[in-house]
């Protein structure tokens, strides 16, 4: 089992549409952790760590999102040093 951690910018129309919360329980669904937040221009933002498998699962259900959003674009990077996630939150600023 190969673990993967990754960074994910999630742009089009992803706020305000239960984006967040979608993330969130897909998250809880395909057992990864990390989080996720709104940033100020629009975008949204996750980290998200689990084994390679259900994090691809977990990249294809962000790609399709909640019904009543759009997404346009994920960019999507790797990064190369695993972290202590206990469980997939939603973050406020």
């Known amino acids: 089992m190969t673990i993967k951690y990754t960074h ?11 984006f967040r919360y979608y993330c969130q329980q897909t998250a ?28 691809t699962l977990f990249f294809a259900k962000i790609k399709q999102g909640p019904p009543f959003s759009k997404v346009l674009d994920i960019e999507s990077n790797e ?12 973050l406020t600023d």
């Open 8 to 18: 994910m910018i999630v742009s089009g129309k992803v706020q305000g549409v239960g």
């Open 28 to 55: 809880i669904s395909h057992h990864i952790t990390g989080w996720v937040r709104n940033k100020p221009n629009g975008d949204v933002e996750n980290e998200a760590q689990g084994e390679e498998t259900m994090l």
């Open 79 to 90: 990064i190369h040093t695993l972290s202590s996630f206990e469980q997939f939150s939603i």
